[in-house]
């Protein structure tokens, strides 16, 4: 990805992260806020809806009871007991007028609450049945002997009959397998009114409630709750066998969740539950939630576009301040950039402007000192080599003539002929890679003269593609001189010198190894620490001058790389780029 279009999203990104950290705190308090809120809604509506189930279970149990009072007490009534043993040998009178006086009880048993349809006494000796609603009457022997069974009613007191509940209290409560009881007292319970009052705990029209036997042989639901009676039973069930007695929890029936409050009755041995839908309940946090999600959803968009304005305003200009950067790095110090607004990037544009005007005096400056640096070191080099290279030369050649060699003085003079034309060529501070490597070998011929006893020197061939590639002059012979004069210097015999080339990757790696035995580990990390530092030494040698120019000329990945070679003498490898162009890594190389 390129770089103006990297630093595009990376403003962007960074603008609309900012933002978004900014902002999380707030979302974060809000979104908690919401949640206490509506944690304290749900704990309200369940103290309600406890508080509610309790305030209707109370007057119920204290209803029934009076009424299960009143029914007990009917029992020990001598009209009763006369007319249940004794009717035969009553008389007519005396029947009529028990069975008026237990009729006037009935009506006030009934009359005792508004949950009661009907009170009855059935006498199966008098063959009659005395009730609130139709007198005296024969017995529904249906209802007689389905509701003479004892049912444990001192635990549960209901019985259900027929779609019907009752409370009924037949004496002797345990009668003889081969009779029935001596009487009957029943009390039919209003199952309408009792549904009445249910539908009084909740004034939601979607909410119900339900009492229920905790034997599930009968319940009562208000009009709302006939749907879900079947639902509960199961979850109800489970709540009676966990031991709870009363509570408020989250329950689903169906599509929805519902509030279901319950309390469990040890008195009439049944659980009042109500239930609302919590749609209907938190209806208004819902709405809240669905606006702070939109809300939120705004602020995103709002902070996204609010970002790309502020990027927009910035990306501009900071898009001409990075194009001209780019244009330095490529080495354009004369891309100017302006500015017509007055703020911050137009202070930045001057100071580019001046920097650049700056840097291009310190280019001009830098270069115009390293070339003369280099100038001069070249000609230190030709300085140091000439004098020095005279003085063997002519003692070998007189030691040549005074053995009237002829041939011999013939071709060394032709050598140093050579020699000299190309060292004193100033003109050309560059040569192609097969001049210098000739001239290398001309160098080897005339030490040759000298050394050819006791130093062999191999040169491998110039592959063809190397030929024309441009390098510094005198780069190839100061290393091959350093290998006679230091690396072999004390070798009395068998020394070796060896020139090799080779390409490795986009660089052409020329290395001389000897065989010398006099380079200490001491030394080499010496040469080599020498060649690394920027601090220029006070005098050169021929290896940090040939590193030092190769480096102004090509930059700093190229120059020359000292490690000990197989042979344990000196190896030293001189680095040129393959297309002997120099890289834009330094100023001087520009």
């Not at 007689?144 to 001192?154: D, I, K, M, N």
């Not at 009487?183 to 549904?195: H, N, W, Y």
């Not at 840097?359 to 640096?373: D, F, G, W």
């Amino acid at each position: 990805m390129p770089l103006i279009k990297r630093l595009k999203w990376n403003i962007y990104l960074r603008l609309v992260l900012t933002f978004m950290f900014v902002l999380t705190p707030l979302y974060a308090v809000t979104t908690q806020m919401n949640r206490v809120g509506e944690k304290s809604v749900k704990e309200e509506i369940a103290n309600s809806m406890l508080a509610k189930v309790h305030f209707y279970m109370a007057p119920l149990e204290l209803d029934f009871s009076k009424v299960m009072l009143l029914g007990r007490q009917v029992i020990p009534d001598d009209d009763i007991g006369k007319l249940s043993v004794a009717a035969s040998v009553m008389t007519d009178y005396e029947r009529t007028r028990a069975m008026l006086r237990l009729q006037k009880q009935m009506v006030l048993l009934k009359t005792s609450s508004s949950y009661i349809t009907n009170a009855s006494i059935h006498i199966p000796m008098l063959g009659r049945s005395i009730s609130s609603n139709d007198e005296v009457g024969h017995i529904p022997l249906d209802e007689f002997r389905a509701l003479s069974v004892p049912s444990g009613r001192y635990n549960s007191p209901f019985a259900a009959w027929d779609n019907r509940l009752f409370i009924s209290y037949p004496y002797p409560e345990y009668a003889l397998p081969e009779g029935p009881p001596s009487f009957l007292v029943d009390i039919e319970i209003s199952k309408t009114a009792i549904g009445q009052m249910l539908g009084k705990i909740t004034d939601n029209a979607d909410g119900g409630a339900l009492l229920l036997d905790n034997h599930f042989r009968w319940s009562i639901a208000s009009e709302s709750g006939m749907e879900t009676e079947s639902m509960l039973r199961e979850w109800v069930a489970g709540k009676i066998n966990s031991g709870a007695t009363k509570g408020v929890e989250s329950f689903k029936i169906g599509s929805q969740r519902y509030f279901i409050g319950y309390e469990n009755s040890a008195t009439l041995d049944a659980t009042l539950i109500t239930y609302l839908p919590e749609k209907s309940v938190l209806g208004p946090l819902d709405t809240y939630r669905v606006w702070f999600w939109i809300f939120s959803i705004i602020s995103i968009f709002i902070v996204v576009y609010f970002s790309y304005v502020i990027y927009r305003l910035i990306h501009r200009p900071l898009r001409t301040l990075v194009r001209a950067f780019r244009a330095v790095e490529q080495g354009n110090f004369s891309h100017t950039v302006s500015y017509r607004f007055k703020d911050e990037f137009s202070y930045l544009y001057s100071q580019f402007n001046a920097m650049l005007e700056h840097i291009r005096v310190l280019i001009h400056e830098v270069y115009e000192q390293k070339y003369r640096a280099q100038v001069s070191e070249f000609r230190q080099l030709q300085a140091q080599i000439n004098p020095h290279f005279l003085y063997n030369s002519f003692f070998t050649l007189s030691r040549i003539a005074k053995n009237e060699d002829y041939e011999s003085v013939t071709k060394f003079a032709q050598y140093l002929g050579q020699y000299f034309q190309f060292i004193t060529r100033d003109g050309a501070r560059e040569v192609s890679l097969e001049a210098e490597w000739n001239f290398a070998k001309t160098f080897v011929d005339i030490q040759a003269f000298r050394f050819s006893l006791r130093i062999e020197v191999k040169f491998a061939d110039l592959p063809p593609a190397f030929r024309k590639l441009n390098l510094p002059r005198l780069t190839l012979q100061p290393i091959i001189e350093n290998a006679y004069n230091h690396g072999l210097a004390n070798k009395k015999k068998d020394g070796l010198i060896e020139v090799t080339i080779a390409e490795r990757e986009d660089q052409v790696t020329i290395t001389v190894e000897d065989n010398g035995d006099e380079l200490s580990d001491g030394c080499l990390r010496e040469l080599q620490a020498k060649l690394l530092s920027e601090r220029s030494p006070l005098e050169t040698t021929g290896l940090i001058n040939v590193h030092r120019r190769i480096q102004l000329q090509f930059g700093e990945r190229f120059g020359l790389r000292l490690a000990r070679g197989r042979w344990g003498g000196l190896r030293v490898e001189i680095a040129i780029p393959m297309e002997g162009k120099a890289e834009n890594v330094s100023l001087a190389g520009r």
